[in-house]
Nanobody, 130 residues
Framework: VQLQASGGGSVQAGDSLRLSCTAS????????MSWFRQAPGKEREFVSV????????YYADSVKGRFTISRDNAKNMVVLQMNRLKPEDTAVYYC????????????????????????WGKGTLVTVSS
């Protein structure tokens, strides 16, 4: 399975962007999909995660209320809609997937879990200027 993120770009604060991540190859039932980001000089951090069915989601506090994660399993795709962007959202955004759909979604925000995720895509750069 390969993951490819797209949709990054340069925007002004307050603007919106829609990131997409498409999986090539088959993602079996139960895979969770998630987004992470890494700002220059900082560690990679959790952004959001969505259950296989799409009925459950979890967000980092820093993006809650501004970002929305969704997925389309028929297209093997996960989307991150980012609204009201801030300069501090500037980062390379990565999508990731894992077959362990049984642990609480919130656990994926912990580095000891997400560092071991099954699949990672190449990132897409988001730059937000003030």
């Amino acid at each position: 399975v390969q993951l490819q993120a797209s949709g990054g770009g340069s925007v002004q604060a307050g603007d919106s962007l829609r990131l997409s991540c498409t999986a090539s190859g088959r993602l079996f039932n139960g895979y969770i999909m998630s987004w992470f980001r890494q700002a220059p000089g900082k560690e990679r951090e959790f952004v959001s995660v969505i259950s296989w069915s799409g009925s459950s989601t979890y967000y980092a506090d820093s993006v809650k209320g501004r970002f929305t994660i969704s997925r389309d399993n028929a297209k093997n795709m996960v989307v991150l809609q980012m609204n009201r962007l801030k300069p501090e959202d500037t980062a390379v955004y990565y999508c990731a997937a894992d077959q362990n759909g049984k642990i609480p979604l919130a656990w994926w925000s912990d580095p000891k879990y997400y560092h071991g995720m099954n699949y990672w895509g190449k990132g897409t750069l988001v730059t937000v200027s003030s």
